[in-house]
C-alpha cells in the first residue's frame, strides 16, 4: 500500500529557528520558494512554543546550534523528548560548530541531518525532502498500522455479531472509525427484510444516540450475476434509504458492495467520495466489506442450519398427545436458541390397557447422535410401555439397549404410570428431576424418589406407587427450564415449587403461565409435560388431539 509521489513530495509546513534575522530570511526565503509553508523564530523558547501550540505542529523544524537562551542541541531534545512532536524531523545547523564532534553531537543528541552553513539553496531542499520523505513514510506506516490494528479488531467483532442487527451497526460503525467519516451500512438479513444502520442523526429527531441507529428498510433489488466485489458503477442502482443530504447523489458517496457468494444479496457501505482518497483507504474499506459480507454468510447459514436441525428435531417428537378420561394433558418444547446441533430432550404419552404413560427424559449432550439415542430411546419406551410392562421394567429394558447399542451413552429418564381403576400413580426415576405434584389442597411437593442414570448397566428400584387427589397437577420437566448458570439448583427446583402453586391446574395455563414467569435462557431444550388427574370416574371421550409442542 502505497501513497502517490505527489502526495510524498507535497509542501509542508516547516519552523526555521535562528536569532539572525538575514540568516533565517535567507533559510526562510529558499524554502518559499520552494513551496513550503514556513514558520520563523528568534530563539528555542519561542520555538517550542510553537511547536507546542495548538492545531498540528509543524513537520519538520531547521534549528541553529547556536541560540541566545539554549543551544539547537537542547531543542532539539526536547522535541524529541515530547510525544506530541517526536516525530517532527529536526535539521541542526550553524556556521561556527562544525567539527566532526559537533556534528556528531547534534546527531546523537536527536538530529535527523546536520548542515554546515552557508548551505547552499539545493542541499537545504533536498535534506528537506529526504527528511520528509522518510517521515511522511513512517508515519504512513504508523497510521497504517493503527487502521490495520482497528480493523482487526472490527472484524472480530463483525464475526462475533449475534444477529443481523449487530452486524449491519458494527459494519457502520467501523467503517466511520477505519475512515473518520459518517458512514452507512445495507445487508438483507438472513431471516428477509433489509436493515441500514448509519453514524448521523436523523433529521426528524433530536434524540441523542450511542452507536449506529438501525432502522428496517424495504427489500433491495439484486443481481444474482454481479460480481462478488463491487464499487461505485454497480452500486449506484440501488435505493439508499436514510442518506442525508450530502449523500443523496452518487457522486457524492462511495459505495463499496462485497457478497461472499454471487447468488446472495450483497451488503454495502456508504461513506462520503471525500473520505476515500488513497489506495489504502480503498483497501482498508474493501477489507472491511468483504469481512462483512463473510461474516453474513456464516449468520445465514447458521440460521440454515437452525432451521434444519428444528425441523429434524420436531420429527423425533410425537405429533399427538392422546385423549383420555384419565388425565388432560398439554407440552411445550422449545429447542435451544444458542447453538444449531439437535438435542436430546424428549417426552411421550402412550395410553395402554394398565393406564396412561408419560415421561420426559434427556439424552446427554447437543449433536446429531444425541437426537439419534433420543429417537431410539423414545421409540423403544413406546414399544415396552405397549407391551404392557411396568415402568421400573421399562427402565431396566431401556438400559439393556443402551449398553448394548450405545454404549457410553447416558440418559436421564422419568417415566409415571396413571393407573386405570385406581387414584394412583406409579414413579420410576432414571435420575432425571423430580416430577412435581400439586394438589388440589394447594399443596406442592416433588416426589424425589429415583434410581440411577439409564446406560450404566446398574439394577433400577421397583416404582414409586403415590395415592393423588383428583384435580391434581403432575409437573414434568426437562432441565432447561429450572437450571442457570451460577444458580444453585436445588434453588431453582423451589422457585420452580413456589411458582406452580401459584398457576392454574388447567394443563394448558399452567404451561403457559410457567413459561411466562420462568422464561429459559436459551442454553438448553425444554421440555413441559403437564398432566391434570381426572380420577377414575371420569368418562372417556374418543379420539386423540394435536400436541401443542412448540411455541
Known sequence: MTLPSDAENRPAHILVVDDIPTNRYVLATTLRRAGHEVTEAEDGTRALELLDGPGL????????????????????????GNPATAAVPVINISASAITVDDRAQGLYRGADAYLVEPIAPDELLATVTANLRYARARRRAELLADRLNLLNRITLALYGAADAQELVRVTAEGAAAVLRCEAAAFLTAPEDGALVAHTWHDQDTSTPHDGPQVHAVPAWPHRGDAPARARQGQAAAFDLPCLPPGLKAPEGRRTVLGRARPDRPPIAVVTPADAVLTPDDEQLLDQLVQAGALALEALRSYSEEHALALTLQRSFLPESLPETARADLAVRYLPADEHTEIGGDFYEAIDTPDGLVVAVGDVAGHSLDAAVVMGQVRHALRAYAVEGHPPEV??????????SVEPGVTVTLCIVLIESGSDAIRVANAGHLPPLLHSPDGTTAYLHEHGPLLGLGLPHPAAHRVAVAPGSLLLLVTDGLVERRHVNLQHSLDVLASVVGETSNDPEEACTQLLERLPPDGRDDVALLAVRLNGTRAERPEGPRPASAER
Open 57 to 80: 505542529p509543524p513537520e519538520l523544524a531547521v534549528v541553529d546550534v547556536r541560540l541566545p537562551d539554549m543551544s539547537g542541541f537542547e531543542v532539539c531534545e526536547r522535541i524529541k
Open 394 to 403: 421399562i427402565l431396566e429394558r431401556l438400559d439393556h439397549l443402551l449398553t
